[in-house]
């Protein structure tokens, strides 16, 4: 069975840090550009990082860049969202997506395999 389990969510302070775990079953992640979404109630799904399979190229949404970086661990099937220096508007439930692409995409119509999500609230 084909699964993709997030981990990592919780409460934080601003300013604080969290990172987020995105463990694949079923499958192998080696073929696949991975991604993190967010999504806060009554917004579309917004692609906030993503990693290509093959090559490394990662992709950062203007608001996260110098924040927030993807890795992934092959050898583990698991890809990881450091999130440094959080703010309250990165408050949303995380979602890891998996597409079997080249390159990278923040297009969540692209991707086959999605997880269940963490929620991430910034909050004092």
């Known amino acids: 069975q084909v699964q993709l389990v997030e981990s990592g969510g919780g409460l934080v302070q601003p300013g604080g840090s969290l990172r987020l775990s995105c463990a694949a079953s079923?499958?192998?992640?080696?073929?696949?550009?991975i991604g993190w979404f967010r999504q806060v109630p009554g917004n579309e799904r917004e692609g906030v990082s993503c990693?290509?399979?093959?090559?490394?190229?990662?992709y950062y949404a203007d608001s996260v860049k110098g924040r927030f970086t993807i890795s992934r661990d092959n050898a583990k099937n698991t890809v990881y969202l450091q999130m440094n220096s959080l703010k309250p508007e990165d408050t949303a439930v995380y979602y890891c997506?998996?597409?079997?692409?080249?390159?990278?995409?923040?297009?969540?119509?692209?991707?086959?395999?999605w997880g269940q999500g963490t929620q991430v609230t910034v909050s004092s």
């Open positions: 997506a998996a597409a079997l692409i080249a390159g990278t995409s923040a297009d969540p119509y692209e991707y086959d395999y």
């Open positions: 079923g499958f192998t992640l080696d073929y696949y550009a």
């Open positions: 990693i290509s399979s093959s090559d490394g190229n990662t």
